[in-house]
């Protein structure tokens, strides 16, 4: 957007153009991922601690270099995508927005690839334990590709997002928007918040569940610290300390 005073069809026109380029770009990203989503798929079976992956349909692995290709292509692409959608956005927002968003955006995505990492090396392997343990006896674990593929990308990424809440914190409380009071005052709620989050992404056991819900909790303490750290009482537009 160029200027304000754009009308509600330019306004659809522009975004047409961003969303076009986006998936342009997603998808040459993607074409040339292709090429190397399949070494990676073999690196993720080596470094897997289970000792034996198969594949029990035609297309399997097919679909799983595929999984693989989609997610890389858009950790890849993802600078241009947030350029692209900051610059739709900046026009509209106010002076302090702005320098929200500019200064999120780096930190941002590096945070998010250190929590994802974080779940991929240490929460990933605890979890395929934990699920071992549950065999023997005369069951012998055989586990799909496509079973190992979705545990990495549903305990991997959810760490990643959870990874931001420091710096969001950071951010609002540094320009008054949110005050660490705030964090003292729902700490019980975000104890059941950790907890249901990990029933809902974790595996179907306790003990998966709580070594999910502990580092999530962890990390909203963090975000408190960092708040209480970052506030400023004076900022404009700050929150009433109750």
């Known amino acids: 957007m160029d200027s304000p005073e754009m009308s509600l069809s330019q306004h659809l026109e522009e975004l047409r153009t961003r969303l076009l380029w986006m ?13 190397v989503a399949k070494p990676v798929m073999f690196w993720l ?10 594949v029990i349909g035609v297309v399997e692995a097919f679909y799983g270099v595929i999984q693989i290709d989609f997610i890389m292509s858009l950790i890849v ?24 968003v500019g200064w999120f955006l780096v930190p941002g995505g590096l945070l998010f690839l250190a929590g994802s990492a974080a779940g991929f090396f240490w929460f990933v392997p605890v979890v395929l334990r934990v699920m071992l343990s549950f065999t023997g006896h005369g069951l012998e674990p055989l586990w799909t590709l496509s079973s190992y593929l979705s545990i990495v990308i549903d ?25 660490p009071s705030l964090f003292a005052r729902y700490r019980r709620y975000a104890i059941l918040i950790a907890f249901a989050i990990a029933a809902v992404l974790a595996p179907p056991t306790a003990l ?6 502990i580092p999530i909790y962890l990390i909203y303490e963090l975000a408190y610290v960092v ?16």
């Open 208 to 213: 998966s569940m709580i070594l999910m819900a």
């Open 227 to 242: 708040s209480r750290l970052a506030y400023r009482p004076g900022a404009r537009g700050g929150v009433v300390e109750k």
């Open 23 to 35: 998936i342009a770009v997603v998808g040459a990203c993607f074409f040339a991922g292709y090429f």
């Open 77 to 100: 692409s993802s600078p241009f995508l947030l350029f692209q959608l900051a610059a739709f956005v900046f026009p509209g927002l106010t002076d302090l927005e702005r320098r929200m």
């Open 155 to 179: 305990l991997s990424v959810p760490f990643g997002i959870v990874a931001e809440l420091p710096l969001v914190s950071g951010l609002l409380s540094h320009y008054g928007i949110l005050s």
């Open 45 to 54: 079976v080596r470094r897997s601690i289970l000792h034996h992956l198969v």
